[in-house]
């Protein structure tokens, strides 16, 4: 009886098995590189940094624009969480079909390296968008978000939310040692020491470890110790949705202001309820338009920038429906 | 494998030693020592700072974040009786998030703000919740009981399968709604969050069904030692199963708990919610062995990271620190029980 079960068991857990490897072995799919001058028929991929995000899925959206204008083939691909072990054996199936160019958004600074490295030596022109790795040998270009600037943005908010009034203001940020959220940190806190020096930092930055729940605690706590608390800087979704979670459940919603990092259909949604009041919009459109751009150029062997950083933009309630503000908000598909 | 249920009853009461007075049963109970360190944390931070810290206010605040994984931590302390573990609590959180979601669409209820929902739209979600918990929970029940893969591995398949599904569903997108703001920022009682009555009504129940019922008895039973429960007629698979329903409900609960509190999915998130839990169910005194636990050492176990936390924010200690102090505390209120019921195993 007993022996049955387990028989059962592992034939189901083979099946698994044996279904998951399938589907993994879909992903490495090639369609036959055509010849063709010019650019037309090349084919490039873009690798995404996962999938499904709608920063990347604007950025996919901003690429294949541009590559239809110029003809090129461009395919899409991405791992299903923001994680290297699971992106780098897509690159090196990518690196298999060998594509005249590959936009990456790596996932580790050390990690993506090697595949990267590998892809580069067998010719396929290699531009990073929006991470990075740490070789300098590594992509003909790089585009990224200035983050830091990001954050002047930022405080440069908050700073007209609250008219420029005196006060303090604080960052909660995600977790410290991730780039891009350290560099949004670093702009914040400059902007506030030499620009807008009505405000003061009420703490050192806190942290959410991603998490809602430890967002809205930490910040009910700190309303107890700094009660005269006017704006918080929230360096990405969670962290914003637990900020302003915690803010309501205080009943401070109306003296505490709230910017948040990014344009997502969650983040437009927390502006439009109120429990956001700005938001600092990161450009993936543009990024991804760029990105082939760089990528044609180094395939046709004209000049390429070796380094471009991308501007964001404000967005509130007041010119969320401008269209010249609207076409940055980011997309569920294209 | 007999199902009578008379011998089953009678069986089980061998299997305590004695049975005591509720009182008395809570006083002796393993947890003193942990309420202690509660008590001593608490002292701690009122006198660094009594104006700010102590205050009822900021108690009803950190009872308030405290009540979703309060729910959870309930559920999880039945698993980790039976010497069981449920790692999947993330994905039944999520899922749960997920299925609210999804019947609230169902009925036409997502888009409606805080002033236009009602009590169908909320019904619709919270069984959108309890069905993904009873999903979840029911698998890991059926492996763990009748196809005896070892807990831990069970519930790290559906963990991974179960955040998986999640993102399938929500094609990777969160779905946010302001459907639920009645649960998660109304005030049936003025000056009390919902959310604390739905905490507490989680304790009372769970309480109430492993302190005063039959079926808490099975369930330390089964934890000491399953074989000899087997032998005095417990049902052990299908107890199981109904321990691992319970761990599986209370995280679906959670589910709709959270999009209530947060107004939108967090499918990538949640992801330290079990270690969260666990942490809260052996500070309460739990054995990781099975056999030994409480409820109220669960609620206490769920304060002390939360408090510590809130205080050391309150004083001004440095953010980095807080993870420190959480992680040492956990160990030393854990070694300071074993030292205990070591020195009480002496007589």
């Keep these: 009886m007993r022996d049955r079960r387990r028989v059962v068991g592992s034939a189901v857990l083979a099946v698994g098995l044996m279904l998951t490897t399938a589907c993994g072995g879909d992903d490495s ?6 010849g063709g001058g010019g650019l037309a028929g090349k084919k490039f991929v873009l690798m995404q940094g996962v999938k499904g995000d709608p920063f990347y899925i604007s950025m996919e959206c901003g690429a294949k624009e541009k590559a239809k204008e110029l003809g090129v083939d461009l395919q899409v691909q991405g791992p299903d969480k923001f994680d290297a072990t699971l992106q780098n054996p897509l690159l090196d199936a990518v690196a298999a079909s060998k594509p005249a160019a590959l936009l990456v ?25 929006d991470t990075t790795v740490d070789d300098p040998s590594i992509g003909v270009s790089r585009i990224a978000t200035d983050n830091n600037l ?53 703490s050192d930055t806190q942290y959410s470890h991603n998490s809602p729940q430890t967002a809205a605690s930490v910040i009910q706590a700190e309303l107890r110790r700094n009660p005269d608390l006017v704006g918080v800087f929230a360096t990405n979704l969670f962290t914003a949705q637990g900020v302003a979670t915690g803010i309501r459940a205080a009943g401070k919603s109306n003296q505490v202001k709230v910017v948040g990092f990014d344009a997502g259909p969650d983040q437009i949604k927390q502006l439009q ?18 990105g082939v751009e760089q990528a044609a150029n180094a395939v046709e062997g004209k000049p390429v920038t070796a380094k471009i950083d991308t501007e964001s933009l404000i967005v509130t309630k007041d010119n969320l429906n401008d269209p010249e503000v609207s076409k940055y908000i980011y997309k569920d598909s294209c | 494998m007999s199902t009578e249920t008379e011998p089953a009853t009678v069986a089980a009461e061998e299997v305590t030693p004695h049975r005591e007075p509720v009182l008395r049963t809570v006083v002796r109970n393993p947890t003193v020592v942990t309420f202690a360190v509660l008590v001593v944390i608490i002292l701690g931070f009122t006198v660094a700072e009594p104006s ?12 308030q974040n405290v009540a979703i994984l309060t729910v959870v931590s309930v559920g999880t302390t039945f698993v980790i009786i039976t010497a069981g573990v449920d790692l999947s609590i993330p994905a039944g959180i999520v899922l749960g998030e997920v299925f609210s979601v999804k019947a609230l669409a169902m009925v036409g209820g997502l888009d409606a703000d805080a002033d236009a929902t009602n009590a169908g739209y909320i019904l619709a979600a919270l069984a959108g919740g309890v069905l993904a918990g009873l999903v979840i929970g029911g698998i890991n029940g059926l492996v763990v009981a009748y196809l005896r893969v070892p807990p831990l591995l069970a519930t790290l398949g559906t963990l991974g399968a179960g955040l998986g599904m999640a993102l399938v569903l929500q094609k990777g997108v969160n779905t946010a709604t302001y459907a639920l703001d009645p649960v998660g920022h109304g005030h049936l009682v003025p000056g009390v969050p919902n959310l604390i009555w739905i905490g507490l009504i989680a304790v009372v129940a769970g309480f109430v069904l492993l302190h005063m019922a039959v079926f808490g008895r099975h369930t330390y039973a089964i934890g000491s030692n399953p ?3 087997r032998r005095a007629g417990i049902n052990v698979e299908r107890h199981l199963l109904k321990v691992y329903l319970i761990g599986g409900l209370t995280s679906g609960i959670a589910g709709f708990l959270s999009v209530s509190y947060f107004s939108t999915t967090s499918i990538g998130g949640h992801s330290t919610d079990n270690l969260q839990a666990i942490t809260a169910v052996a500070l309460g005194g739990t054995s990781l062995f099975g056999g030994i636990g409480s409820i109220i050492g669960t609620l206490i176990g769920v304060w002390i990271p939360a408090i510590l936390n809130n205080g050391l924010v309150i004083t001004g200690v440095q953010p980095y620190w807080q993870q420190v102090a959480v992680g040492f505390v956990l160990i030393a209120a854990v070694w300071f029980d074993q030292l205990r019921r070591r020195s009480r195993d002496r007589f």
Excluded at chain 1, 111 to 122: D, N, T, V
Excluded at chain 1, 273 to 290: C, E, M
Aim: hydrophobic share 40%; aromatic share 6%.
């Design chain 1, 273 to 290: 309820a109120g429990d956001v009041q700005a938001l600092v919009a990161q450009k993936p459109y543009d990024i991804g338009v760029q």
């Design chain 1, 150 to 202: 990001g954050g002047q943005k930022a405080a440069e908010a908050l700073n007209t939310l609250l008219g420029g009034a005196k006060g303090k203001v604080l960052v909660v940020s995600v977790d410290p040692g991730i780039s891009s959220t350290d560099a949004r940190v670093a702009g914040f806190n400059e902007a506030v020491k030499t620009k807008y020096t009505n405000f003061t930092l009420a």
């Design chain 2, 227 to 229: 074989e000899s429960a």
């Design chain 1, 105 to 129: 958004a790596p996932n580790d600074v050390k990690a993506s390296a090697a595949p990267l490295k590998r892809i580069q030596e067998r010719g396929t022109k290699v531009v990073l968008v």
């Design chain 1, 29 to 34: 799919g090639s369609s036959g590189s055509s």
């Design chain 2, 52 to 63: 700010l810290f102590f205050q009822g206010d900021n108690f009803l605040q950190i009872a």
